[in-house]
Nanobody, 131 residues
Framework: HVQLVESGGGSVQAGGSLKLSCVAS????????MAWFRRPSGREREGVAA???????YYKDPVKGRFTISRDNAKYTVYLQMNSLKPEDTAMYYC??????????????????????????WGQGTQVTVS
């Protein structure tokens, strides 16, 4: 079992930046796939970025070039650097972990989407508000 705790959310003006962190505890495997999802108020949760064990990443089109996902396996942490934030980025952001990374990333690349069903462990979320 893996516990995930997000931090780094807050309120920022359009054009600003935030860096989210997600620290894992419990059973951590460097072979996992990590992802960030978001749920805007009144809308469904959507995957925005994912990274596999080898550092290969995938981004949802609206955040490409603005968001960067990274991981530090030694610190059991995954990050989401968000730049040039827009009001439409306002949402609750969730960190998620799934296994095995190779299978999940293949699905992501083939379907061109990050699916919630492929991830087994979730954090409680951190709110990002862009005005």
């Amino acid at each position: 079992h893996v516990q995930l705790v997000e931090s780094g959310g807050g309120s920022v003006q359009a054009g600003g930046s935030l860096k989210l962190s997600c620290v894992a505890s419990g059973y951590w495997s460097n072979s996992n796939c990590m992802a960030w999802f978001r749920r805007p108020s009144g809308r469904e949760r959507e995957g925005v970025a994912a990274i596999d064990a080898d550092g290969r990443s995938y981004y949802k089109d609206p955040v490409k070039g603005r968001f960067t996902i990274s991981r530090d396996n030694a610190k059991y942490t995954v990050y989401l650097q968000m730049n040039s934030l827009k009001p439409e980025d306002t949402a609750m952001y969730y960190c998620a972990a799934g296994y095995p990374a190779s299978t999940i990333m293949s699905v992501i690349q083939n379907l061109r989407t990050i699916r919630s069903r492929d991830f087994d462990f979730w954090g409680q979320g951190t709110q990002v508000t862009v005005s």
